[in-house]
């Protein structure tokens, strides 16, 4: 039997299923000790320095007992401290971005998607580069800067020299004011080489979910087809990281397996990049499963109810304080806005699901990977998190800047987001309320821009991030950044 090594390589002792069950019991027999569970709180508040804020985070132990815990007021108390981390590190900033779909041959047999193989009626297709070139043209007429690209694995159709051709593709549109500058990746696990290869093309971050962390299920999801392989699969983050990676995001597909047993992989996942290459993941993903062509979320028996998904979120939150964590479409404008306050600091906005989806008029549904439900334009979205004291941000900066990986995270740790990041967030939005926004959209933007000025600390940067945007007004100069 393997023995749990968060520095091993291995999956089945990083990801250790001995220590996994020992977490829960351990996190039922203390779900009730009050005295451990507010050293915890205390541990996982955010404390003031002269540099900023600092928070020491918590093992995965510790956030497994707060995740069992159901004392009322303890439950309150992880809510509380939950905003105040994301309040420390990240601030009332949102990052905006869209998944692009570019193919969704697949030779998996997952039975949760409605890529897998065996599905005869779903309509198959391949976005051509001229295809590609026009979805994103449709994604940067709405605003867009930020994309995460997604592709099924299949050898034949989607080998990585099609992802190489597309992200180079996507980089080279140029269309009146718009411009991705930055391609995430969400690509079936790979080799040393290939992550190699996608470093070199200017990737930011490689995300990759687990799925589920029991070993046992996953192998009965995933029943054919190359990830099949439990151990591939979880090791890739360490392979990406080899190619030169240092931006990864981790996630599993909730609902899949009991979420205690998924929350405590999670962080144990987290635990090993941190303890193996010195520095954790830039993302954290949360989607739960949902309605495809297909599939029936029904048939899976461990979906989480909306009050417990939120706690999963603050859980998150307060063990790895200064990782971005990701909601999607997936879920509802009512279940993005509580987790919001939570911790969330990315969302997506007017995501289509289909392969050439955003050229199409009407959303289409025939090759839809899941039922999105958040259908509002991205212009409601952006007007919506003003509205609520949020501001959408289209930045990119730290990772053209080379701010990604540990030095992302020295950013965050010093305190130095509201001096770079937050000025970065409003010069990035004004162009998007210059170039894209409704007039009404447009009024609440830069009533809110006028008032986020005066709280970067740095009377230069202040100084200079307001002659900046009375430029993005007046001119046709973009894409300034600190």
């Known amino acids: 039997m393997a023995t749990y090594n968060p520095k091993s390589l291995k999956a ?40 900023g804020c600092v928070c020491q985070g918590l093992t995965h132990r510790e956030a497994s007992v707060l995740l069992a815990c159901d004392i009322p007021e303890k439950v309150e108390e992880i809510y509380r401290i939950a905003e105040e981390i994301k309040l420390a590190f990240y601030g009332n900033r949102i990052v905006m971005f869209a998944p692009l779909y570019l193919s969704n041959y697949c030779v998996n047999g997952c039975l949760y998607c409605p890529y897998h193989m065996s599905n005869k009626h779903i309509t198959r297709k391949k976005l051509t580069q001229e295809e590609v070139r026009q979805e994103v043209i449709a994604l940067q007429d709405m605003g867009h800067k930020r994309l995460a690209i997604e592709a099924g694995e299949d050898p034949v159709q989607n080998p990585i020299e099609y992802i190489l051709e597309c992200i180079r593709t996507i980089y080279g549109i140029n269309h009146k004011n718009g411009a991705i500058r930055r391609v995430n990746v969400n690509i079936a696990a790979t080799t040393v080489d290939n992550y190699r290869r996608l470093k070199e093309a200017g990737i930011g971050t490689y995300i990759l979910f687990q799925e589920t962390y029991h070993k046992k299920s996953y192998l009965e999801l995933h029943p054919t087809g190359p990830k099949h392989d439990y151990d591939y699969h979880a090791e890739a983050m360490d392979r990406a990281m080899e190619g ?5 995001g981790l996630g599993v597909l909730f609902g899949l397996e009991m979420y205690k047993y998924e929350f405590a992989g999670l962080i144990i996942h987290a635990e090993h990049l941190e303890a193996v290459h010195g520095v954790g993941p830039h993302t954290i993903s949360i989607p739960r499963v949902k309605h495809a062509d297909d599939i029936d979320p029904d048939v899976f028996d461990n979906s989480i109810p909306d009050d417990m998904f939120a706690k999963i979120i603050a859980c998150i939150r307060l ?25 969330i600091s990315q969302v997506s906005g007017a995501s289509r699901t289909s392969v050439g989806g955003y050229t199409e008029k009407e959303r289409p549904h025939d090759s839809e990977q899941f039922d999105v439900s958040d259908q509002r334009s991205l212009d409601e979205v952006v ?3 003003m509205q609520n004291g949020h501001i959408p941000s289209f930045c990119t900066a730290c990772y053209r800047e080379g701010r990604t990986g540990d030095r992302f995270m020295s950013l965050c740790k010093t305190g130095q987001i509201l001096n770079c990041c937050h000025p970065n967030a409003l010069m990035t939005l004004t162009e998007y309320l210059v170039d894209y926004a409704s007039e009404e959209t447009r009024k609440t933007g830069f009533a809110l821009i006028e008032q986020e000025l005066s709280k970067i600390p740095n009377e230069k940067v202040r100084t200079t991030a307001a002659r900046n945007i009375a430029d993005i007004k007046h001119s046709n100069r973009r894409d300034f950044r600190f």
């Open 12 to 51: 089945e002792e990083f990801i250790n299923d001995g220590e996994i069950l020992a977490t829960l019991e351990y996190a039922e027999q203390n779900k009730h000790n009050a005295a451990l569970i507010d050293r915890i709180l205390a541990k996982a508040r955010p404390q003031k320095t002269e540099k």
């Open 244 to 248: 030169g990676i240092d931006d990864v």
């Open 319 to 343: 063990a790895v304080p200064y990782t971005g964590m990701i909601i999607s479409t997936r879920e509802s404008q009512e279940v993005r806005e509580q987790a919001l306050r939570l911790g």
């Open 383 to 385: 007007h919506w998190l």
